[in-house]
């Protein structure tokens, strides 16, 4: 057996446990995950069973779980062979877009739904496959502010060679243009072009 990669993910919200999981079994046989919360326990579990790997679970007497993870003989190792398998059907060509249209995700709870667009965007950006363009209009366009929460993970997408297309009408609404962090100024012409465009268009 080779050595054990520890993963100390206590204290980190969603999605992060998982994405750290994840990385460490792509190039670990066994991996132990520490987590200090219900959900990332099942999340981690939920992923290991997914790809194919033996998990135990063990609570410890300070409200900790320690998840242990195995590849099992044969398990893919590289980070192309966890990728999800294509479908049956040949995808419509042309880009793969995001649409940002807000700045939270879902509907009813505003607090969560904050809470909620942080997770997808950090996960989009700790995923193998990314998009070739993201587009941000109405309150979208505040994620890409310098003060804005997920600033380094659209910087980390943008360095990734993610084209990000923001709404100048919507800057200029919010009176926000100098404070523009990630991204180029666009317009409405560019924007529904490139939905148009689209081989796949993604709206969280």
Known sequence: MGEIKIVNARGLDCPQPVVLAKKAIESHEQVMVIVDNDTALENVKRL???LGC??????????????????????????EEFMPSSSATPAKSGPFVIVIAEDKMGRGCDELGYVLIKAFLHTIAAQAEKPDVMLFYNTGVKLTLFDSEVLDDLKELSAAGVEMLICGTCLSYFEVKDKLGVGVVSNMYDIAQTMSRAGRLLTP
């Open 48 to 50: 290991g069973t997914k």
């Open 54 to 79: 033996d998990v135990k679970t063990e609570k410890k007497s300070d409200d900790t779980y320690e998840i242990h993870l195995t590849r099992k003989a044969g398990t893919a190792s590289s980070k």
